[in-house]
């Protein structure tokens, strides 16, 4: 039995029958902001804006319905990585199409989880940009910026030394 609040067996289920279950129930939450972004993006193109209509219907916010719209938007279909959840894609969608599928092959090669890639993305590391000119630099790759201070060599947070050298 299946329920907006609640999921229960309706019979005896044998272990493999309940892994299949599972992976069903991953599945529909794996791609329902998909789906549900796709369906905006078709009524908008049919019959205009209806986004109150459609927070009516599905029970979100209308805002929440224009980012998840607005993210289903910002990759083709060949570019969704099935490998990797909606908030992957939602730290992607601003970028480029070529970013965009830099990073999804790099974050699903690698295994990176949703705060990694957002540390990877802040750092800048392997995406051919160089890191701000303003922002922090390691130097020799052992964290140490010289006289500006230490840089984490996993985020790329700049830390001041100040009298403690």
Not at 21 to 26: T, W
Not at 28 to 45: A, F
Not at 86 to 105: E, G, M, N
Not at 111 to 136: H, I, K, N, Q, Y
Request: aromatic content about 10%.
């Amino acid at each position: 039995m299946v329920t907006r609040i609640a999921w229960a067996a309706d019979r005896s289920l044998r272990y493999p029958e309940w892994v299949i279950v599972g992976r069903r129930l991953g599945a529909i939450g794996r791609c329902s902001q998909w789906w549900i972004g796709d369906w905006l993006r078709y009524g908008t193109r049919r019959w205009g804006e209806k986004y109150a209509e459609a927070a009516r219907v599905t029970g979100y916010d209308a805002a929440s319905l224009r980012n998840i719209a607005w993210v289903a938007g910002r990759f083709d279909l060949s570019l969704r990585n099935d490998k990797l959840s909606w908030s992957h894609h939602v730290l992607l969608a601003p970028l480029d199409p070529d970013r965009q599928r830099y990073w999804l092959d790099r974050a699903a090669r690698e295994r990176l989880s949703v705060a990694d890639l957002r540390l990877e993305l802040r750092a800048g590391r392997g995406d051919g940009d160089r890191r701000s000119r303003s922002g922090p630099r390691e130097i020799d790759g052992t964290g140490r910026a010289g006289e500006e201070g230490l840089v984490c060599p996993h985020c790329g947070h700049a830390v001041t030394v100040g009298a403690a050298r």
